[in-house]
């Protein structure tokens, strides 16, 4: 099969490049096995049990999902041990109050320089949109606990903001960097939203550029690229934009080092839980749990994120009956330093949230290699 560009892989990183090639009346595929990727909502459980929320500031990723639910981040409980824990409007959180408003501070700042770099980041690398701002390039380079010991803020970190990130990544604050913890924490204060999405509608709107299929093979040629599927099937392109999981890309181009994935499994069930986690929608965890967080859905059933498969869910359930579980053994790519390119040679592009966590990064990447295609194209054909 030939076409003028392949974009392999259909997650959000995928589906914004193709949306784009598609409004730009581009020759091209999209070959997925999987149109979502990491967000699998069901429409009959009303439950998502992949990427779960959207931010408000999620302009590019918000043109591909719908706001579901609001969350309310104050019906919470923090849980430090199976005996204690306080909630978001607690004694305990007046007393830590200086610290958040340090920590809030803090956001400010990052929101004021986040903002541009996802802009620049739809215009250039986002190793070029790091380098054009220092403080950008410093958060990306450090460990979260080392931002959070040069910031004074160990205290508020330990019995909220960790709890938080955990919940988010299933990583501690050793294993992700200060750019993502600070990303992740504008959930905090910016309103934020359960994801509902409709892979029929993309579908409809893709049309004959949909390709269902999986490739385990490339062969880089002189101006082409030549794409083996699972089923034997082959595939060729002037240009590849792959927005696969950063494993699969690593294969796929054979190079090294890639950030390290978290593991997640997701629990759905209709349960009676402990009373201590009872009285708030939303339960979160230390890093030293198996437990990420138990979150209430509105039909009162619950959705229970563990980094460990064989977790006894009786440790917070009296009872349970398990509904669905589904298990992410490389859930997001949050740990290391390591930097995925963006483009390998002149006619191929990475896609996806391999350097910067969450739905919107990945949007803005997948945009950004859309882009790359479109401008070649017309500077090739003015």
Same mark, same amino acid.
């Given at each position: 099969?030939?076409?003028?560009?392949?974009v392999a892989g259909g997650g959000i990183a995928g589906i914004s490049c193709a949306l784009q090639l598609l409004n730009a009346n581009q020759d091209f595929l999209l070959v997925t096995d999987d149109l979502g990727g990491r967000i699998k909502y069901s429409k009959d459980a009303k439950v998502n049990f992949g990427?779960?929320?959207?931010?408000?500031?999620?302009?590019?990723?918000?043109?591909?999902?719908?706001?579901?639910?609001?969350?309310?981040?104050?019906?919470?409980?923090?849980?430090?041990?199976?005996?204690?824990?306080?909630?978001?409007?607690?004694?305990?959180?007046?007393?830590?109050?200086?610290?958040?408003?340090?920590?809030?501070?803090?956001?400010?700042?990052?929101?004021?320089?986040?903002?541009?770099?996802?802009?620049?980041?739809?215009?250039?690398?986002?190793?070029?949109?790091?380098?054009?701002?220092?403080?950008?390039?410093?958060?990306?380079?450090?460990?979260?606990?080392?931002?959070?010991?040069?910031?004074?803020?160990?205290?508020?970190?330990?019995?909220?903001?960790?709890?938080?990130?955990?919940?988010?990544?299933?990583?501690?604050?050793?294993?992700?960097?200060?750019?993502?913890?600070?990303?992740?924490?504008?959930?905090?204060?910016?309103?934020?939203?359960?994801?509902?999405?409709?892979? #029929?509608?993309?579908?409809?709107?893709?049309?004959?550029?949909?390709?269902?299929?999986?490739?385990?093979?490339?062969?880089?040629?002189?101006?082409?690229?030549?794409?083996?599927?699972?089923?034997?099937?082959?595939?060729?392109?002037?240009?590849?934009?792959?927005?696969?999981?950063?494993?699969?890309?690593?294969?796929?181009?054979?190079?090294?080092?890639?950030?390290?994935?978290?593991?997640?499994?997701?629990?759905?069930?209709?349960?009676?839980?402990?009373?201590?986690?009872?009285?708030?929608?939303?339960?979160?965890?230390?890093?030293?749990?198996?437990?990420?967080?138990?979150?209430?859905?509105?039909?009162?059933?619950?959705?229970?994120?563990?980094?460990? #498969?064989?977790?006894?869910?009786?440790?917070?359930?009296?009872?349970?009956?398990?509904?669905?579980?589904?298990?992410?053994?490389?859930?997001?790519?949050?740990?290391?330093?390591?930097?995925? #390119?963006?483009?390998?040679?002149?006619?191929?592009?990475?896609?996806?949230?391999?350097?910067?966590?969450?739905?919107?990064?990945?949007?803005?990447?997948?945009?950004?290699?859309?882009?790359?295609?479109?401008?070649?194209?017309?500077?090739?054909?003015?």
């Open positions: 099969m030939q076409t003028k560009t392949i990427a779960y929320f959207v931010m408000s500031n999620y302009t590019n990723a918000k043109k591909i999902v719908s706001k579901g639910p609001w969350i309310n981040p104050v019906d919470s409980c923090f849980h430090k041990s199976a005996t204690e824990g306080f909630a978001a409007i607690s004694w305990h959180t007046v007393a830590f109050l200086p610290d958040l408003i340090r920590f809030y501070v803090a956001l400010r700042k990052f929101t004021a320089h986040y903002e541009p770099f996802k802009q620049r980041c739809l215009m250039m690398t986002q190793k070029e949109a790091l380098e054009a701002d220092p403080y950008m390039a410093d958060i990306f380079s450090k460990p979260a606990s080392q931002f959070i010991r040069e910031q004074g803020l160990e205290r508020v970190a330990s019995d909220y903001i960790a709890m938080f990130a955990y919940a988010c990544t299933g990583a501690s604050l050793e294993q992700v960097n200060a750019l993502d913890l600070l990303n992740v924490s504008q959930g905090m204060v910016t309103p934020i939203h359960c994801i509902e999405f409709d892979p #029929e509608v993309v579908a409809q709107k893709l049309g004959k550029h949909l390709v269902y299929d999986k490739f385990v093979r490339l062969v880089k040629g002189t101006g082409q690229v030549t794409l083996t599927s699972e089923e034997g099937k082959t595939y060729q392109a002037e240009n590849l934009i792959l927005a696969t999981p950063a494993d699969v890309t690593r294969k796929l181009l054979g190079i090294g080092d890639i950030r390290a994935a978290s593991k997640i499994f997701v629990f759905h069930v209709k349960a009676d839980l402990k009373a201590v986690y009872r009285q708030q929608a939303m339960n979160l965890f230390p890093s030293t749990s198996e437990f990420m967080l138990v979150v209430r859905q509105l039909d009162g059933s619950y959705l229970i994120y563990s980094r460990e #498969e064989g977790v006894d869910l009786h440790e917070v359930c009296e009872r349970f009956e398990l509904l669905k579980a589904v298990k992410w053994e490389k859930a997001m790519y949050v740990d290391g330093k390591a930097y995925l #390119e963006q483009q390998y040679g002149d006619n191929i592009y990475v896609a996806g949230d391999h350097n910067g966590l969450g739905l919107e990064p990945a949007a803005i990447s997948g945009i950004f290699s859309a882009k790359q295609v479109i401008n070649k194209a017309i500077s090739t054909h003015p």
